[in-house]
């Protein structure tokens, strides 16, 4: 969003149970749910978490300017998840009135769990406000796609042509994490001073999958919510475990949450953290960089670059 020469963009704060942040700052985003219509599901979620009204010829596709046909979108995680993010990209110059009307609107679908509350940020910040992928991705292509106008006038042309927008109306982990032992007795954990328990599907070892560091981490977090009384946690429920030899690697649980008295979406992959490493190789004045190539089965690709 443009006022007076200055861009802005629209950040989305809502729950978010997986990573135990209660006001995740994101930029507007949405399931596809099978239908293929990318362009239209972004508009779709644009209205819904924003409340601006748009038509989908007014996105322009960043994922398709910067891939072709070559990969479907962004992938945040292809090591063990087949999620990919189409990036759009939606510019428009507004008033200050407009800019006004959105900072701090509350929106979402209520049905969907959705509660969701609007922050209006200088697009020059955005790298620093939100540990989103998906913002940072689609920072990315914008700087690298649309600085330099002389190689996309034409999708320049198009976006002056854009119609004006319209808008509707903590303890330590060790204390965190006590799993039940003796006879009869249900493993729990402690959030936040009240003991939830802790059930898995049948052939699960539950206690073990407590050790996961990852679902440690988690309880921390949420507990720290508990504790401040924004949150409440009725129980756990351990899905899926998969193991890296010995070791649990991946696991998939769902809780029971309500933040400030409204139920969220609790279903949540653990895997833990990870690190990524940008090498740049200076030679002769030209930076240069290494990709790696290697098969990645969860998206279905065997020389995967990344």
């Not at 293929?36 to 601006?52: R, V």
């Not at 969701?116 to 991705?137: E, F, R, T, V, Y």
């Not at 059930?199 to 977090?221: H, K, Y």
Request: charged share 20%.
């Amino acid at each position: 969003l443009i006022h007076e020469g200055t861009p802005y963009t629209v950040l989305v704060r809502q729950p978010r149970v997986a990573v135990g942040n209660m006001t995740m700052p994101e930029i507007p985003a949405g399931m596809v749910d099978g239908c293929g219509n990318f362009s239209g599901a972004a508009a779709k979620e644009l209205k819904e978490e924003t409340g601006i009204e748009i038509h989908e010829k007014d996105l322009i596709d960043m994922t398709d300017l910067a891939f072709g046909d070559a990969y479907p979108g962004m992938y945040p995680s292809c090591g063990a998840s087949d999620e990919f993010n189409r990036l759009f990209m939606y510019r428009q110059d507004v008033t200050a009135a407009e800019l006004e009307s959105l900072q701090g609107r509350l929106t979402g679908v209520a049905e969907e769990g959705e509660h969701i509350k609007l922050q209006i940020i200088p697009l020059g910040d955005l790298w620093k406000m939100s540990p989103d992928a998906k913002a940072l991705g689609a920072l990315c292509l914008y700087r690298r796609l649309f600085t330099s106008k002389k190689h996309y006038d034409h999708i320049w042309n198009r976006i002056s042509g854009l119609q004006r927008v319209t808008t509707t109306g903590t303890p330590s982990r060790s204390e965190q994490l006590m799993p039940a032992h003796g006879a009869g007795a249900d493993p729990s954990v402690q959030l936040g001073g009240t003991s939830v328990p802790v059930t898995g599907e049948p052939g699960i070892d539950v206690a073990l999958a407590m050790s996961f560091v990852p679902f440690q981490d988690w309880v921390r977090e949420v507990g720290a919510h508990v504790s401040a009384g924004r949150a409440k946690v009725s129980k756990v429920h351990i899905q899926s475990v998969d193991f890296f030899g010995p070791k649990v690697g991946f696991m998939k649980f769902k809780a029971d949450v309500t933040v400030d008295g409204k139920f969220v979406p609790g279903i949540v992959f653990s895997r833990g953290g990870s690190v990524a490493i940008l090498v740049i190789l200076i030679h002769e004045g030209t930076p240069y960089t290494v990709l790696v190539r290697q098969p990645r089965v969860a998206v279905g690709n065997m020389t995967m670059p990344e």
